[in-house]
């Protein structure tokens, strides 16, 4: 199980102290659960120098592909290297609606990651008006086969992927964990004709979209459900250490 917390545009550095030390020392005894706090960059160095727990992860939130240049205010995968990062989320579905990100561009960022040893956290998933259409199944095809376009069968291991439905993000409106779990083993038969059966076993596939300590446990008991990526409870340490303990 992998639960990663995305704290999104929250959070001052000062205030990220305060809550990773919260989350690190009630997670001390914890290893069996892989666990990721994806701060804003600000607050990445801070959470470096704290984070030692093997099982711990430091994540950040979006990378650019490029190794360096003219970017104004993007980050690439050496400077998050840098910092011991682990993790980062591409593809969230913030970053291709408000920023106009394609699936092609985001591959781009997937690649990168994996060559610079960095786990990518690619996150697909339809909107309402997509559901309601019956087109859930096609967006996530197509997010998911342009995604992973390129991916070495050898660096498969280390891909994560996270279902988010956009009508669930933020809106205290949840998958039912059989809306979950159907979708899940959707993108595990996907992953199975791009790849292997084999390979496709070992991608942990993540819920995201308001997955809080009252619900966690019946999403995270379906059996292609590999965990959770946490939005607003991840802000709270206790909301999100109790998130964590309903993975054991």
């Given at each position: 199980?992998?639960?990663?917390?995305?704290?999104?545009?929250?959070?001052?550095?000062?205030?990220g102290v305060s809550v990773i030390?919260?989350?690190?020392?009630?997670?001390?005894?914890?290893?069996?659960?892989?666990?990721?706090?994806?701060?804003?960059?600000?607050?990445?160095?801070?959470?470096?120098?704290?984070?030692?727990?093997?099982?711990?992860?430091?994540?950040?939130?979006?990378?650019?592909?490029?190794?360096?240049?003219?970017?104004?205010?993007?980050?690439?995968?050496?400077?998050?290297?840098d910092l011991s990062v682990s993790c980062v989320i591409l593809g969230h579905s913030e970053r291709r609606s408000y920023f106009g990100e394609?699936?092609?561009?985001?591959?781009?960022?997937?690649?990168?990651?994996?060559?610079?040893?960095?786990?990518?956290?690619?996150?697909?998933?339809e909107t309402l008006e997509e559901r309601e259409q019956n087109r859930t199944m096609e967006v996530i095809s197509r997010q998911v086969r342009k995604g992973v376009a390129g991916i070495p069968e050898q660096a498969i291991d280390q891909l994560v992927l996270?279902?988010?439905?956009?009508?669930?993000?933020?809106?205290?409106?949840?998958?039912?964990?059989?809306?979950?779990?159907?979708?899940?083993?959707?993108?595990?038969k996907l992953l199975s004709e791009i790849f292997s059966q084999q390979k496709?076993?070992?991608?942990?596939?993540l819920y995201g979209g308001s997955m809080k300590p009252d619900n966690a446990a019946s999403l995270l008991a379906q059996p292609d459900v590999d965990g959770g990526l946490i939005g607003g409870a991840s802000l709270d340490a206790a909301s999100f250490v109790n998130i964590i303990k309903s993975a054991l």
């Open positions: 199980m992998l639960i990663a917390g995305n704290w999104k545009m929250n959070k001052t550095a000062t205030e030390k919260n989350i690190l020392s009630s997670v001390q005894q914890i290893t069996s659960v892989d666990i990721a706090i994806c701060p804003p960059f600000t607050s990445l160095a801070s959470g470096s120098a704290l984070i030692s727990q093997e099982n711990v992860w430091l994540g950040a939130q979006n990378m650019h592909h490029e190794p360096l240049g003219a970017y104004t205010g993007e980050i690439s995968a050496s400077m998050l290297k394609t699936d092609e561009f985001i591959n781009k960022k997937v690649l990168s990651a994996l060559q610079n040893h960095l786990i990518p956290i690619l996150c697909v998933g996270a279902y988010e439905p956009v009508w669930a993000i933020g809106t205290g409106r949840t998958a039912t964990p059989e809306m979950a779990q159907e979708v899940h083993a959707y993108i595990r496709a076993e070992k991608v942990r596939i």
